[in-house]
């Protein structure tokens, strides 16, 4: 079985983002083209709802988030919170943890220097409401300017017309004068925690552990790692890797970084995995990261891309 259809070929880095993913072959007669709307979605008041023939994908305003990315009608592929009660959620007092697809700044280790508090996130950050732009083929998210750091997040996400392609371009952009201080882009996907994930990695690549609990195992063979995970244990660590998979109910839900700022990155931080153990009072997740080069906050970013698939798997 072929477990990704792509390499590390077409990885672009430096000023030129990638372009729109979008086919512009037109629409095929009997197929529905791409539609954008605003409605509700669950207990969101306000969403961004995006579809065609072979994908659906919901945006809401808090912090800026993909809650569901999905075949029409079909599973989520990305973790969706369905508690309200916050106490019953992370453990930290007045940090609720919505779930799906969001953008933060790396290493969070330095977030009390660049942000002016350490954690849970900044409000600014996760949980405020980004101000969203819609076009005819794309939508657009901006952060709050984060106080201290003086710097926003800003999101721009299209489907493709006539594939399950989804493409997030996500840069931090100064406003004013940033702290002088190193950071990433860093992209964190919640999905269903299953019991492995499988990671396209360069040549000679080695675990970067990055937290006291460990994996199950981690197999490396040829160009890709398999990671399985420990229920009674969170653990987190980083790889070279330039790409995700994990499956869900006859569908391979893939992940490849396509594109990120110039820099070097630190050896094992390109690509992070995040698990956390069985939780008792909701159904748990585990976290796919890609970061950019650390740099300074500039007009030219950091800022890191991602394109995300669904490939159907034959039925044995």
């Not at 750091?149 to 299209?158: L, P, S, T």
């Amino acid at each position: 079985m072929l477990v990704f259809r792509y390499s590390y070929n077409g990885l672009v880095q430096g000023t030129k983002r990638p372009g729109y993913i979008k086919s512009r072959i037109g629409c095929t007669v009997g197929h529905m083209p791409l539609s954008i709307v605003r409605k509700p979605y669950g207990r969101w008041a306000d969403a961004v709802h995006l579809s065609n023939d072979h994908a659906e994908v919901v945006i809401i305003p808090c912090g800026g988030r993909i809650i569901r990315y999905a075949r029409p009608g079909g599973l989520n592929m990305l973790w969706e919170n369905t508690l309200t009660d916050v106490s019953l959620d992370t453990g930290v007092k007045g940090w609720h943890n919505p779930g799906g697809d969001k953008v933060w700044i790396w290493p969070d280790g330095r977030w009390n220097d660049v942000l002016g508090k350490a954690w849970p996130p900044p409000l600014e950050m996760d949980e405020a409401d980004y101000e969203i732009t819609v076009t005819d083929d794309a939508v657009r998210l901006v952060s709050p300017t984060l106080p201290k750091a003086n710097f926003r997040i800003v999101r721009e996400i299209q489907l493709d017309d006539n594939t399950a392609a989804l493409q997030t371009v996500n840069r931090v952009e100064p406003v004013g004068e940033p702290a002088d201080i190193p950071i990433a882009a860093w992209t964190v996907t919640q999905v269903p925690a299953t019991q492995k994930v499988t990671v396209l990695v360069e040549a000679g690549s080695e675990l970067n552990q990055m937290s006291r609990g460990k994996l199950a195992a981690a197999d490396f063979s040829g160009p890709a790692a398999v990671l399985r995970r420990d229920p009674t244990q969170t653990a987190k660590v980083g790889l070279d890797g330039i790409a995700f998979r994990v499956e869900y109910d006859g569908v391979a839900f893939t992940q490849r970084l396509v594109g990120a700022s110039d820099g070097e990155w630190g050896s094992g931080t390109r690509a992070q995995y995040y698990v956390e153990k069985d939780s008792i009072v909701r159904s748990t997740y585990m976290e796919l990261e890609f970061t950019s080069p650390r740099s300074i906050v500039t007009s030219e970013g950091p800022w890191v891309a991602v394109r995300w698939e669904l490939i159907d798997q034959p039925r044995t």
